[in-house]
């Protein structure tokens, strides 16, 4: 709380404040006693000297433990010796509910926890002022990416997440029962997106849960994040795509160097704002980095992870952060990708971010013969498509999108070690609680 009436959990009248919050720490020092409360914006000092308060309510607060949530009021007065420039000589108090002890976890205490002990007490966790600040960015960044995608004429939307069929087969999908049929949560919303480029919604945004059953217990893999899919139509090319993702990318980064100074400047980081247009490598080019980096890879070998990697390296050695992988085998890219006609390539791309791939799209096949026809080739069952070649039969025009893994983004923009710092509850193969 840099001004103490910014905060919401504080009244001041007539040099008279009422402070709520948790008990952070107290100090006894005698003759005087301190206690540092702590709310959503920060702390301030409640200062106790023993000879000027009742001595019952000195009692009461001295004795309180860390993490009790109080109500505290009294008289503010100008101070040189803390952070807020003033403190709180208390007339009363109120404890709403007493902390229990000991704390499953510090809250200030400069002791390493486990990734696992902090999720299993996230409560606590997300009490710590720098782990809070994560996800103000993330809602900040959020907010910043409907701005930028309202700006453009995106409408948004919200699909199902329960379907019949995944949108690429039935790899890496959660398989629940709907009544008394197989049904599938969402890996995706790329089948509804596409049906509603045959709407005449030209342009439309999703921001929402997605599931992939991916057996990975990485730092960079989960299996419930939050996707920002994105669909538009009459494109002529996947770089128009592209553009429409370094427009809104930059918006963000942009408008979170400046609206998010305070979380960034408790976390200790600093965005960086590449510069405009991102660079657009080829798969192929990808690949001759990556051998020459110490991999072995042939023509539509997936980069993989340490693939990626090599190619961030490279880029960040030319000051880099950003830049698009695009053309990638067709073969190895779902059905719903163009194929670039007379090459083993296709019409789609990847944003990468420091080695690190946050989006994935393209330019989409809106032909129905063509469409059908890929499906067949991929070993996938037109018939069980037939809702989503429905609306490719009856007019579909050329249209592209892309997809966003919005804690990917967060995680790299932040330097973060783990995405699950991402996450407020994450879900991975051994965590389903809390």
């Not at 590449?274 to 080829?282: C, H, K, M, N, S």
Request: aromatic share 8%; hydrophobic share 40%.
């Amino acid at each position: 709380m840099a001004v103490i009436r910014d905060s919401s959990s504080i009244r001041v009248e007539d040099g008279t404040a009422t402070v709520r919050g948790w008990v952070q720490d107290i100090r006894n020092m005698g003759g005087i006693s301190f206690l540092t409360l702590r709310d959503r914006f920060g702390t301030v000092q409640i200062t106790m000297p023993k000879k000027k308060i009742d001595p019952g309510l000195f009692g009461l607060l001295t004795k309180l433990p860390r993490e009790t949530v109080v109500s505290v009021t009294g008289e503010v007065k100008a101070s040189n010796q803390t952070a807020l420039g003033l403190e709180v000589i208390p007339a009363s108090a109120e404890v709403f509910s007493e902390a229990g002890v000991p704390l499953p976890m510090g809250v200030i205490d400069k002791v390493n926890v486990e990734m696992d002990t902090r999720l299993n007490n996230r409560f606590m966790d997300l009490r710590k002022p720098e782990i809070k600040a994560i996800f103000e960015l993330k809602s900040m960044m959020v907010a910043l990416i409907e701005e930028a995608v309202r700006e453009n004429g995106f409408t948004q939307v919200f699909t199902p997440k329960i379907s019949a069929a995944g949108a690429e087969g039935g790899a890496e999908l959660f398989k629940i029962k709907y009544f008394d049929k197989d049904a599938f949560l969402a890996q995706s919303p790329q089948l509804y997106k596409q049906i509603l480029m045959s709407t005449g919604l030209d342009r439309i945004f999703e921001i929402a849960p997605a599931f992939r059953a991916e057996r990975s217990n990485t730092n960079r893999h989960v299996t419930e994040f939050i996707s920002f899919d994105g669909e538009m139509s009459w494109i002529e090319n996947e770089e128009q795509v592209m553009a429409m993702i370094e427009e809104i990318v930059d918006h963000v980064l942009v408008g979170l160097k400046e609206k998010g100074k305070r979380q960034l400047e408790i976390l200790g980081k600093e965005i960086r704002v590449p510069a405009r247009p991102y660079p657009i490598l080829t798969y192929s080019e990808c690949l001759k980095i990556v051998n020459e980096g110490g991999l072995s890879l042939k023509e539509g070998d997936d980069l993989g992870t340490e693939g990626e990697k090599i190619v961030g390296d490279r880029m960040a050695e030319k000051g880099v952060d950003l830049y698009f992988i695009a053309e990638y085998p067709e073969e190895a890219k779902p059905f719903y990708i163009m194929e670039k006609d007379g090459t083993p390539y296709s019409f789609s791309f990847d944003l990468d971010y420091r080695g690190q791939e946050i989006s994935s799209g393209g330019q989409r096949e809106h032909r129905y013969d063509r469409l059908v026809a890929r499906m067949e080739n991929k070993g996938l069952n037109p018939e069980d498509f037939a809702f989503y070649l429905d609306a490719f039969r009856y007019g579909m025009p050329p249209h592209g999108g892309w997809g966003i893994g919005i804690e990917r983004l967060l995680v790299k923009m932040l330097d973060l070690p783990n995405i699950r710092e991402a996450i407020l509850f994450p879900r991975d193969p051994s965590r389903l609680s809390p």
